[in-house]
């Protein structure tokens, strides 16, 4: 009782914050300063076939600031901050090292309360200063490093590898880097990221190339990858009216060894119809993946590596949306794959409560066959609230 009292204060806490910050001030602060965020209220119910079932809430609140002092420089700085109450988090080992897991090389995550199940956390996740001029873009700090082109898998993202399922966390991890992008012209670019990491086997830089041919947009990138030679280029474009994107990545270590060396390979179509449906479909192929079905704690809460971003080797994913009134859109998402036979449901609701506020119902089922007959490895169910200002 007294940690649900710990989680009623600190949630009034956050909203009256945000309530301070978002009331109109006739004396208008500058327009250099700007303060954006969220307070999203997460409730999570997960079972098993042979499990009770097992609850978690989270309060998340997010605050941005950034500050523009000219035309050339931006600085930001932008923190989420988490607290963790029920069953998962109490029952699930090593549940506090995943909250703080990071790719950067500082630590800037820190778990104030973890206790008894109920985990509050800050995790500063963009920490940087920007600079343009010219033809020149400049980045340091903690930031977004995005070579991703397609949704589900983005086998080029080697600096700020995303999990697909972790639906609560919009902006993505970022990372601590250096990234310099001199744009030649208005179709072509070159840019420069280097990422060190905690130690020298995680080190990432890479040198990626930019161009736009015959009305598609290309990327080519050579680099290093926590010890690996890697190399890697992708496109999108349009086949018709259809939208086509593809990313290949390809990773060999320092010691030569054929046998470890790693190819990551999607490619996605997607479509919109003019009644208002939307409709995806992406392939992706892992030769490092492995027929064996994995941790889905560690599925849906970690980060993933760009040598392995997905544990199987070849998966598939459907997506169709479908907006049923202009407050109201429903989605529905299912992953199939040939290793171990696994099948994964995501359905999504997604209402528009009025300004500012939206509610989502949200559910992620796992199955897989054992001898022929599907079984539920487990299912967890989301009602979340959402406040921005």
């Known amino acids: 009782m007294r940690y649900r009292m710990h989680i009623f204060l600190i949630a009034v806490l956050f909203i009256q914050i945000q309530i301070v910050f978002a009331q109109d001030d006739s004396s208008k602060p500058s327009p250099k300063i700007l303060m954006a965020g969220y307070v999203k209220y997460l409730q999570q119910g997960s079972f098993a076939d042979n499990s009770g079932l097992a609850t978690e809430e989270l309060i998340h609140n997010r605050l941005n600031f950034h500050y523009t002092p000219n035309d050339q420089f931006k600085i930001r700085l932008e923190m989420r901050n988490r607290l963790y109450y029920g069953d998962i988090s109490k029952n699930t080992p090593g549940f506090d090292s995943l909250v703080t897991a990071e790719n950067g090389f500082l630590n800037l995550s820190h778990n104030w309360i973890n206790h008894n199940g109920t985990l509050f956390n800050t995790t500063i996740d963009r920490a940087s200063v920007e600079y343009n001029q010219g033809k020149w873009d400049i980045t340091a700090g903690?930031?977004?490093?995005?070579?991703?082109?397609n949704t589900v898998w983005t086998p080029n993202d080697i600096f700020n590898t995303f999990n697909y399922f972790d639906f609560d966390y919009e902006e993505r991890p970022g990372t601590d880097a250096a990234r310099v992008q001199y744009n030649m012209n208005g179709a072509s670019s070159i840019e420069l990221a280097v990422s060190p990491g905690k130690?020298?086997?995680?080190n990432v830089a890479a040198l990626m190339y930019h161009l736009n041919k015959w009305e598609y947009d290309f990327q080519f990138f050579t680099g290093i990858y926590q010890q690996n030679i890697t190399a890697g280029l992708g496109w999108a474009g349009n086949i018709k009216e259809a939208g086509f994107k593809g990313e290949?990545?390809?990773?060999?270590?320092f010691r030569q060894n054929p046998d470890i060396q790693?190819?990551?390979a999607s490619l996605s179509f997607d479509y919109g119809f003019k009644n208002g449906i939307y409709l995806l479909v992406s392939?992706?192929?892992n030769n490092n993946g492995?027929?064996?079905?994995?941790?889905?704690?560690?599925?849906?809460s970690a980060s993933l590596s760009a040598k392995?971003?997905?544990p199987f080797k070849k998966t598939i994913c459907t997506e169709i949306s479908y907006p049923f009134s202009p407050i109201l859109k429903g989605s529905l998402a299912l992953m199939y794959s040939n290793s171990g036979n696994a099948i994964i449901l995501y359905?999504?609701?997604?209402?528009?409560?009025?300004?500012n506020w939206v509610a989502d119902a949200i559910a992620q089922s796992f199955f897989a066959s054992e001898n022929g007959n599907y079984k539920a490895l487990g299912n967890s169910m989301y009602l979340r609230v959402k406040w921005v200002f």
């Open 142 to 149: 903690r930031q977004r490093i995005n070579w991703g082109i």
């Open 199 to 202: 130690t020298a086997s995680k």
């Open 248 to 253: 290949i990545s390809w990773f060999s270590p």
């Open 262 to 264: 790693s190819l990551v």
């Open 283 to 285: 392939g992706l192929y």
């Open 290 to 300: 492995s027929d064996s079905i994995p941790n889905l704690v560690a599925l849906t």
């Open 308 to 310: 392995n971003i997905f």
């Open 347 to 355: 359905p999504t609701l997604t209402y528009s409560l009025g300004n």
